[in-house]
Each structure stands twice: as structure tokens, then as C-alpha cells.
């Protein structure tokens, strides 16, 4: 491979792993933030059992989880066909 595409591949990976740390940053402050908020509610029932489950707030954690795979991947690919 050249090393203009050797480069893009490294710098592709490394972009998604920094990408997916920041989202997992994201969405642990957004569940907080919204769990948090509750609090100042009088029915405390939801926030004490975390009952019914809050699907969107996983969302920015598992789009950085990828992200994150999707990086160290490409840094993988980076280390097998560069070196």
C-alpha cells in the first residue's frame, strides 16, 4: 500500500476511536443529566426502579461502542498491511 493510503487508514481509525470516546462521554452525561432531572418530580416511582427502560438513552453509548470498533479495526488493519 502507499503511504498516503496507509496514513488515511490510521488517521480513519484513529478519528473513530476519538469520536466513539466522546460519544460514550455523551451519552453516560445524558443519562445522568436525565436521571438527575427526575428528581424534582413527585412520582419518584421511575426514577427509583428505572422502570420503563429509556431505549434512547443507551443510544449515544452504543453508537460510540461501535465507533470505538470501528476504530481500533481500522488501526488493526493499519498495523497488519503498513508495517
Not at 10 to 15: D, K, S, T, V, Y
Amino acid at each position: 500500500m502507499s503511504v498516503t493510503s496507509c496514513r488515511a487508514i490510521l488517521g480513519m481509525g484513529a478519528f473513530f476511536v476519538f469520536l466513539g470516546i466522546a460519544f460514550v462521554l455523551l451519552g453516560r452525561k445524558e443519562k445522568k443529566t436525565y436521571y438527575n432531572s427526575m428528581v424534582d418530580r413527585r412520582d419518584m416511582k421511575e426514577f427509583i426502579t428505572r422502570e420503563p427502560e429509556r431505549p434512547w438513552l443507551n443510544a449515544w453509548q452504543t453508537g460510540g461502542w461501535v465507533s470505538i470498533s470501528v476504530g481500533v479495526v481500522l488501526v488493526a488493519l493499519y498495523g497488519w498491511f503498513c508495517s
